[in-house]
C-alpha cells in the first residue's frame, strides 16, 4: 500500500528535497510514523505531543483527497491506498 | 547547520530587491485599505524560479481580525493546487497591520513558511480606508530570521528572459 504526501518547501529537508514521498499507514498517524522513520524529524514538525496526547500542530494542515483532516478526524482519520495527502503550513500571522 | 540545509533549495536573489509593478503594487495597497481595520493578505505568484511577482490573487483573511490574518485551509488548498498546475509559486505573501508599522511581528516571523519568498508588509495606520501615504516594505524570512530589502517599483516588469 503506497500514499502519495506532498511535501511542502519548507519540509523538503526532510525529504531530501523531494515534494513527494510515498509513504504507508491506514490512519494518519501510521502515515505520519512511517514517514518518520524514513524522514527522522518530519514528525516533529507536523505533531504535537506523543500517543494519546498527540494532536496535529495548530499551524499545519493536512489534506487528504482535498478534504482537511480536521474536519474528518484529525489522527484518526483513515487512509486507503492510493489516496493523495498534501501538507501545507498554514499562511497566517498578526501584529 | 539546519539553517543553511533550509535555505539551499532555492538560489538566492539576484540582489535581493522586491521588483514589482505599479498595478500590484497599488493592488496590494488598495486591498489593505479596503479591509481596514482588519489585516488583509494574499500572494503574488510567479513561476517558479522567475522571482517574478505576475499574478494577485486577493486572499479572505479567515481570522476577520485587525491583529490577526489566517488563509481559510480549503482556500489555501485550492491556491497551492492551481500554482502547482501551472508550474508557480508563491514570490510575494503580503499581509496589512492596521495599527502597528509595517514590520513582521513575533507571530509573522514565527509562522513564515515560505523561505524563497518576499513577504510584504503594508501599514495603514496612517490612513486608514482613505488615500494618503502607506507604508509598503519587504522582507525576506528565514528561520526566523528577518532581513529587510530595498522595493522597486516598475511601470512593467521587463520581459521574461530566455532561460
Known amino acids: 500500500m503506497a500514499i502519495e504526501v506532498r511535501i511542502p518547501t519548507i519540509l523538503r529537508t526532510y525529504t531530501g528535497g523531494e515534494k513527494a514521498v510515498p509513504a504507508n499507514g491506514d490512519t494518519l498517524a501510521k502515515l505520519i510514523d512511517d514517514l518518520e522513520a524514513n524522514h527522522p524529524g518530519i514528525r516533529e514538525r507536523l505533531v504535537d505531543g506523543e500517543g494519546g496526547d498527540a494532536d496535529l500542530r495548530r499551524f499545519v494542515n493536512v489534506y487528504i483527497n482535498d478534504e482537511d483532516v480536521r474536519f474528518i478526524g484529525g489522527l484518526e482519520a483513515t487512509l486507503a491506498d492510493g489516496d493523495q495527502v498534501v501538507v501545507l503550513p498554514a499562511v497566517a500571522g498578526g501584529c | 547547520m539546519v539553517a543553511a540545509v533550509r535555505a539551499a533549495p532555492r538560489a538566492p536573489y539576484a540582489g535581493r530587491v522586491l521588483t514589482i509593478d505599479r498595478a500590484t503594487h497599488d493592488a496590494i495597497v488598495a486591498h489593505a485599505r479596503r479591509d481596514h481595520p482588519d489585516e488583509a493578505c494574499g500572494i503574488v505568484a510567479g513561476p517558479e524560479g522567475s522571482d517574478r511577482p505576475e499574478r494577485l490573487v486577493e486572499m479572505v483573511n ?102
Not at chain 2, 514590520?103 to 513564515?112: E, F, N
Open chain 2, 62 to 163: 479567515a481570522a476577520g481580525s485587525p491583529t490577526f490574518y489566517e488563509f481559510d485551509s480549503t482556500e489555501l488548498l485550492q491556491l497551492y493546487k492551481e500554482m502547482w498546475d501551472r508550474d508557480e509559486e508563491p514570490v510575494v505573501v503580503y499581509h496589512s497591520h492596521t495599527a502597528t508599522e509595517a514590520y513582521p511581528s513575533r507571530t509573522d516571523i514565527g509562522l513564515a513558511s515560505e523561505p524563497g519568498a518576499h513577504y510584504v508588509l503594508v501599514s495603514t495606520r496612517e490612513t486608514g480606508n482613505n488615500d494618503g501615504p502607506v507604508e509598503f516594505r519587504s522582507y525576506r524570512i528565514v528561520d526566523g530570521e528577518v532581513t529587510e530589502e530595498p522595493v522597486e517599483i516598475v511601470e512593467q516588469l521587463p520581459a521574461r528572459s530566455a532561460v
